[in-house]
């Protein structure tokens, strides 16, 4: 399946626990100031790029402990990223989590959730989520794998499950 990429990192350790392949999405519709990556606010800059072409990358390397979607957000393209996701869940050569940041709230994402944007498509396909929108006011060094107090890390398997959102702590990060 086609997506507009940004880029792609196929060695992480920043992008959230463990060793990472992150895929940076083209197009954001928030705006956020002081994205660190204002470059893939236009969703028509980047580059077309294929979810099986990306997924045959990321499974060549069986170092790998996790794949994050990033941006741009990924849930501007949730569909392809959820048929991304998928295929990384089913494959059976070595198991990844998989990591999406997203602008938009864990809450506003259930609430706006229509077949045509597919945002449950990928939610359901995510194991954990960052949400919210990055707040410069309130940027914080100190934070595990987040820009600012505002933004969480969240379990989005156990969400789904009890219907509220369920944020992993600091510590419990550190642990992962």
């Given at each position: 399946m086609?997506?507009r990429c940004?880029?792609?990192?196929p060695?992480s350790i920043?992008?959230?626990p463990?060793y990472?392949?992150?895929?940076w999405?083209q ?5 956020c100031?002081g994205?660190h990556?204002?470059?893939?606010h236009?969703?028509?800059?980047g ?16 170092l790998?402990d996790?794949?994050t979607l ?14 991304l996701?998928?295929?990384i ?5 070595f198991?990844?989590?998989v990591i999406a ?5 864990y ?9 045509e944007?597919g ?5 359901r396909e995510?194991?954990?989520i960052?949400?919210?929108?990055f707040?410069?006011?309130?940027r914080?060094?100190?934070l ?5 107090p505002?933004?969480?890390f969240?379990d989005?398997?156990?969400s789904l499950?009890?219907?509220?959102p369920v944020?992993i702590d ?7």
């Amino acid at each position: 399946m086609k997506f507009r990429c940004a880029g792609l990192t196929p060695e992480s350790i920043v992008d959230g626990p463990g060793y990472r392949f992150t895929v940076w999405t083209q197009g954001c519709p928030h705006n956020c100031e002081g994205c660190h990556n204002p470059q893939t606010h236009d969703p028509a800059g980047g580059f077309e790029a294929d979810t099986e072409e990306v997924f045959r990358q990321i499974i060549s390397d069986p170092l790998l402990d996790g794949v994050t979607l990033s941006g741009g957000d990924p849930f501007y393209q949730a569909k392809p990223m959820a048929d991304l996701a998928r295929k990384i869940h089913a494959y059976e050569g070595f198991k990844l989590n998989v990591i999406a940041y997203t602008g938009f709230t864990y809450e506003e994402l259930i609430a706006d959730a229509n077949e045509e944007n597919g945002f449950m498509e990928l939610l359901r396909e995510c194991d954990y989520i960052i949400d919210g929108r990055f707040e410069l006011a309130q940027r914080s060094l100190e934070l595990k794998f987040r820009g600012s107090p505002n933004q969480r890390f969240i379990d989005v398997k156990k969400s789904l499950d009890k219907g509220v959102p369920v944020v992993i702590d600091d510590e419990t990060l550190s642990m992962m």
